[in-house]
């Protein structure tokens, strides 16, 4: 794979020669994408990592930001003001517990990712999250939406929120998480469960 510049999104990623149509964005950084700028921030832990080392699957070391990256993402993302931001997982704060595997001991999942977009989410300045990893398609927060499946517009997605934030009702066929309406004090005993991690 050799590094880019890419024109139609006006910054850096990663193409391979035999495919060039099909171009990887960096694992962070700040690209434009029609008429807005988006910020992205990939990485994930895979809780299924000793499962699949125990039965000799493939298993990447690089699967998250390294601390130095995640220096070196919070100094460039740092009081940009983006429309979008792009993640693979979320703020340990929006985690959607309830779609956590019950066999899975979160004891032993590394929570170093969600704890870091806890923090570079206070670094700059966005509109619209969207975030994949927990294997679901609905709305999170307002504002906040988890992809899986679905596939949508920006300006769909764009849309969407401003006519929320002017007073409109959301459709009535969107998927909205437990905590979608979740009140002050739901919201400050989870802030207790977040604090543990840190």
Not at 27 to 37: K, L, P
Not at 38 to 63: M, N, P, T
Not at 100 to 123: A, H, N, P, T
Not at 138 to 158: A, H, N, S
Request: proline residues 3%; glycine residues 6%; negative net charge.
């Amino acid at each position: 794979m050799k590094l880019i510049y890419d024109y139609d999104i006006c910054g850096e990623v990663y193409m391979q020669e035999k495919w060039p149509n099909i171009r990887f964005l960096k694992d962070w950084g700040i690209y434009r994408m029609g008429q807005h700028e988006v910020a992205v921030i990939g990485g994930a832990y895979s809780v299924d990592k000793w499962f699949r080392l125990d039965r000799g699957s493939i298993w990447y070391a690089d699967e998250q930001l390294t601390e130095e990256e995640m220096i070196a993402a919070t100094a460039e993302l740092t009081n940009a003001e983006v429309d979008f931001v792009f993640t693979h997982t979320c703020p340990i704060c929006w985690e959607p517990r309830d779609l956590f595997l019950g066999f899975i001991d979160q004891s032993r999942v590394d929570k170093s990712m969600e704890l870091f977009l806890e923090e570079i989410f206070k670094c700059f300045n966005w509109k619209i999250a969207c975030f994949g990893h927990y294997h679901a398609d609905r709305l999170e927060r307002p504002g906040v939406e988890q992809f899986f499946k679905d596939t949508e517009e920006l300006e769909t997605i764009w849309e969407r929120w401003q006519k929320y934030k002017n007073g409109e009702e959301l459709a009535w066929w969107l998927i909205k998480s437990p905590m979608f309406y979740a009140s002050d004090e739901l919201l400050e005993a989870r802030e207790e469960y977040i604090n543990k991690w840190k």
